[in-house]
């Protein structure tokens, strides 16, 4: 069979369901945040309540979604109709979980390479403030594998003593030492969350308002990520990065092709990255000029005209970091992409009976199955590693794909 997405522009439908609900595929964090919620509210073993928590798990796996539904059932103002907080319809919930916008939510998302330690402590001055309408201030820190030590070390003593009515969420991909802070790391409870299922995510992105089609193939060709999923069948350039991707296995065959394909690839996902964040920009940089006064005549004007110049630079500094951050995961991305179109080729290759990353591209792993060898399909994903390696590196982007579309014409 031959899959396809159906190009949507956005999805229309806005998953409603309870905290329970959108937990349902990992009843083990369900029941772990919905019994702290309710000790939050004086109910149940008040042993299951913490004020630091750090998240791990798998990339994909759900882990800021979690830290949400648990910002939600803090903050809910009702309950589902089994009595659970986090009932998904008050406006606290709908706040935090459809909008990530919430009086009491400090929602921390770092889109460079880094946390720092200014950050760290502009968050720690509003983690100290009461909560203005919930029960709860919620502060989460998404990408908590992104601080910087310094950043780490100024936050020690807000983890190990929260105020009162503050809870701290780490969200990361593991507890190892790679990953996260091990001082932070002893002063926080840990909850794991697994990978979600292919149809927990077909059933969370229908409810969005995804086709149901559309939905189980982008939950296997992700990997079961959910974040990717959702930016595949919403997103047309995502879609056409994929495609670009896998098709350089078929382009290596084609001699100087191959290297136009990935000069094309490559232009493609820096234009993509920074067109996505243009608009927004944009209104950054209006909002600072605005601030500023910027074109304003009079006592003082000179200076903040000055002082304006420094902010706006400093601003666009910013935009270049967080332009080349997503031009790096972009191009991860795509290896990623890549990468499994040689692991369904070697799947083919040895008769497993498993389930093709890249149902809809079948003819194309078929095809490599007959002109590679086991050792070669081995040896392009090498190079795919290689390559991945190489751009956490800070290796120039075309000299590193350059160089893999060599090793993957010697591994044919």
């Given at each position: 069979?031959i899959?396809?997405f159906?190009?949507?522009?956005?999805?229309?439908?806005?998953?409603?369901?309870?905290?329970?609900?959108?937990?349902?595929?990992?009843?083990?964090?369900?029941?772990?945040?919905?019994?702290?919620?309710?000790?939050?509210?004086?109910e149940?073993?008040?042993?299951?309540?913490?004020?630091?928590?750090?998240?791990?798990?798998?990339?994909?796996?759900?882990?800021?979604?979690?830290?949400?539904?648990?910002?939600?059932?803090?903050?809910?103002?009702?309950?589902?109709?089994?009595?659970?907080?986090?009932?998904?319809?008050?406006?606290?919930?709908?706040?935090?979980?459809?909008?990530?916008?919430?009086t009491?939510?400090?929602?921390?998302?770092?889109?460079?390479?880094?946390i720092?330690?200014?950050?760290?402590?502009?968050?720690?001055?509003?983690?100290?403030?009461?909560?203005?309408?919930?029960?709860?201030?919620?502060?989460?820190?998404?990408?908590?594998?992104?601080?910087?030590?310094?950043?780490?070390?100024?936050?020690?003593?807000?983890?190990?003593?929260?105020?009162?009515?503050?809870?701290?969420?780490?969200?990361?991909?593991?507890?190892?030492?790679?990953?996260?802070?091990?001082?932070?790391?002893?002063?926080?409870?840990?909850?794991?969350?697994?990978?979600?299922?292919?149809?927990?995510?077909?059933?969370?992105?229908?409810?969005?308002?995804?086709?149901?089609?559309?939905?189980?193939?982008?939950a296997?060709?992700?990997?079961?990520?959910?974040?990717?999923?959702?930016?595949?069948?919403?997103?047309?350039?995502?879609?056409?990065?994929?495609?670009?991707?896998?098709?350089?296995?078929?382009?290596?065959?084609?001699?100087?092709?191959?290297?136009?394909?990935?000069?094309?690839?490559?232009?493609?996902?820096?234009?993509?990255?920074?067109?996505?964040?243009?608009?927004?920009?944009?209104?950054?940089?209006?909002?600072?000029?605005?601030?500023?006064?910027?074109?304003?005549?009079?006592?003082?004007?000179?200076?903040?005209?000055?002082?304006?110049?420094?902010?706006?630079?400093?601003?666009?500094?910013?935009?270049?970091?967080?332009?080349?951050?997503?031009?790096?995961d972009?191009?991860?991305?795509?290896?990623?992409?890549?990468?499994?179109?040689?692991?369904?080729?070697?799947?083919?290759?040895?008769?497993?009976?498993?389930?093709?990353?890249?149902?809809?591209?079948?003819?194309?792993?078929?095809?490599?199955?007959?002109?590679?060898?086991?050792?070669?399909?081995?040896?392009?994903?090498?190079?795919?590693?290689t390559?991945?390696?190489?751009?956490?590196?800070?290796?120039?982007?075309?000299?590193?794909?350059?160089?893999?579309?060599?090793r993957?014409?010697?591994?044919?």
């Open positions: 069979m899959y396809y159906s190009y949507p522009s956005r999805l229309g439908r806005v998953n409603t369901g309870s905290v329970a609900q959108r937990l349902a595929d990992t009843p083990a964090v369900a029941y772990t945040i919905l019994a702290a919620a309710r000790a939050a509210r004086g149940g073993d008040p042993r299951a309540m913490s004020h630091s928590w750090l998240f791990t798990g798998p990339p994909g796996a759900g882990r800021s979604l979690a830290a949400l539904c648990f910002a939600a059932a803090l903050m809910c103002t009702s309950a589902d109709e089994n009595g659970d907080p986090g009932c998904g319809q008050c406006e606290a919930c709908r706040g935090v979980l459809e909008q990530q916008k919430h009491d939510l400090v929602y921390v998302d770092p889109q460079e390479q880094f720092t330690v200014g950050e760290a402590r502009e968050v720690i001055g509003r983690a100290a403030s009461l909560p203005s309408v919930a029960p709860w201030r919620v502060v989460i820190f998404n990408k908590a594998d992104r601080f910087r030590n310094e950043a780490a070390n100024a936050l020690l003593k807000t983890v190990e003593e929260p105020p009162e009515r503050t809870v701290i969420i780490m969200v990361a991909p593991s507890e190892d030492p790679q990953d996260f802070s091990q001082t932070l790391r002893s002063r926080c409870r840990h909850l794991y969350i697994p990978a979600p299922s292919v149809d927990g995510i077909v059933k969370q992105l229908t409810a969005e308002g995804a086709s149901e089609h559309d939905a189980r193939l982008a296997v060709t992700s990997l079961r990520h959910v974040g990717r999923a959702r930016h595949l069948v919403q997103d047309p350039g995502v879609q056409k990065r994929r495609a670009m991707a896998i098709n350089l296995a078929e382009e290596v065959y084609r001699g100087s092709q191959a290297f136009q394909a990935v000069t094309a690839l490559l232009k493609f996902v820096e234009t993509d990255a920074k067109n996505s964040r243009a608009e927004q920009d944009a209104a950054e940089l209006v909002k600072l000029e605005q601030s500023f006064g910027v074109g304003a005549k009079g006592k003082g004007a000179a200076r903040a005209q000055r002082d304006a110049k420094s902010a706006l630079k400093e601003l666009e500094d910013l935009h270049k970091k967080r332009a080349k951050r997503r031009i790096t972009g191009l991860d991305m795509a290896l990623i992409d890549l990468a499994g179109i040689y692991r369904d080729a070697l799947m083919l290759k040895v008769g497993a009976q498993v389930e093709m990353t890249h149902p809809d591209f079948a003819g194309l792993a078929g095809e490599l199955a007959k002109r590679v060898s086991e050792d070669g399909l081995l040896a392009a994903q090498s190079a795919i590693r390559c991945r390696e190489q751009l956490l590196q800070n290796a120039n982007p075309q000299v590193a794909f350059d160089g893999m579309v060599g993957l014409r010697l591994a044919r």
